[in-house]
T-cell receptor, first 114, second 113 residues
Framework: NAGVTQTPKFRVLKTGQSMTLLCAQDMNHEYMYWYRQDPGMGLRLIHYSVGEGTTAKGEVPDGYNVSRLKKQNFLLGLESAAPSQTSVYFC?????????????FGPGTRLTVT | GESVGLHLPTLSVQEGDNSIINCAYSNSASDYFIWYKQESGKGPQFIIDIRSNMDKRQGQRVTVLLNKTVKHLSLQIAATQPGDSAVYFCAENSGGSNYKLTFGKGTLLTVNP
């Protein structure tokens, strides 16, 4: 099993450009998450999904949109990138229920907005 | 000047020593506390969890202690190895659901051979 995969691994955008980050998991997990990690900070939840076709806002959702059209995929979109969105983005997935805090993370996407 | 938040707490130990990593959590209503390990260039990896009705839980070479009185969590790693070098994050499910986690800022553990 590949676990959680993310594409792309690196990306440089100019201010105002748009892009989509793709996350895929092959563990049949119900829940999926998008986090951002900034230097010296822990992870902050952007958006999450508790099932196919559902999404919800996390701690820092502004400037991002998500979609979960298929159970195994969770897309994160930036419509108009800003320098403040320079960060490392991690996707994660977990089972539903009591053990949903045991999350499996992808390798991350390093995004730079100039 | 630089923000204090940009600098992670660090712990440097000799190979074979025991390591203790500390964390203060914020929400007395959290049910679960979790430790994650993040190696350089990788995503975080689940290590161990403890429920709020416990004060100690042991895994393979790791022990987590929970002190609810002072809202303090610690991770003890026995016989620390070079492969243990990483950033360690504590997390709590402070959002009222098991899946919405609040992460601490992390501690960088460096193991010297």
């Amino acid at each position: 099993n590949a676990g959680v995969t993310q594409t792309p691994k690196f990306r440089v955008l100019k201010t105002g450009q748009s892009m989509t980050l793709l996350c895929a998991q092959d563990m049949n997990h119900e829940y999926m998450y998008w986090y951002r990690q900034d230097p010296g900070m822990g992870l902050r939840l952007i958006h999450y999904s508790v099932g196919e076709g559902t999404t919800a806002k996390g701690e820092v959702p502004d400037g991002y949109n998500v979609s979960r059209l298929k159970k195994q995929n969770f897309l994160l979109g930036l419509e108009s990138a800003a320098p403040s969105q320079t960060s490392v983005y991690f996707c994660a997935s977990s089972r539903s229920g009591k053990s949903s805090y045991e999350q499996y993370f992808g390798p991350g996407t390093r995004l730079t907005v100039t | 000047g630089e923000s204090v938040g940009l600098h992670l707490p660090t712990l440097s130990v000799q190979e074979g020593d025991n390591s203790i990593i500390n964390c203060a959590y914020s929400n007395s209503a959290s049910d679960y506390f979790i430790w994650y390990k993040q190696e350089s260039g990788k995503g975080p990896q689940f290590i161990i969890d403890i429920r709020s009705n416990m004060d100690k839980r042991q895994g393979q070479r790791v022990t987590v202690l929970l002190n609810k009185t002072v809202k303090h969590l610690s991770l003890q790693i026995a016989a620390t190895q070079p492969g243990d070098s990483a950033v360690y994050f504590c997390a709590e499910n402070s959002g009222g659901s098991n899946y919405k986690l609040t992460f601490g800022k992390g501690t960088l553990l460096t193991v010297n051979p």
